[in-house]
């Protein structure tokens, strides 16, 4: 998936359960610049991060990297 798209998804997401990137990023155990980056297209969360990102905000792996 491209790096944008995912990172729209990731946003989307969280705003939609209702987290601040902080309540995400502590939540993932990774640091706020961490996820903000992430969120932006400007890095790419490898596959763990990807699945804890998943896991906090109560979806699938799947749900979050596919469009």
Known sequence: ?????LAQRIR?????????QQELASGCG????LLG???R???RADERTLAKIAEVLGISLEELTNP
């Open 1 to 5: 998936m491209e790096n944008m798209q």
């Open 12 to 20: 989307a997401f969280r705003k939609l359960k209702g987290y601040t």
């Open 30 to 33: 990774i640091s706020l610049t």
């Open 37 to 39: 980056a992430i969120e």
């Open 41 to 43: 297209g400007n890095r």
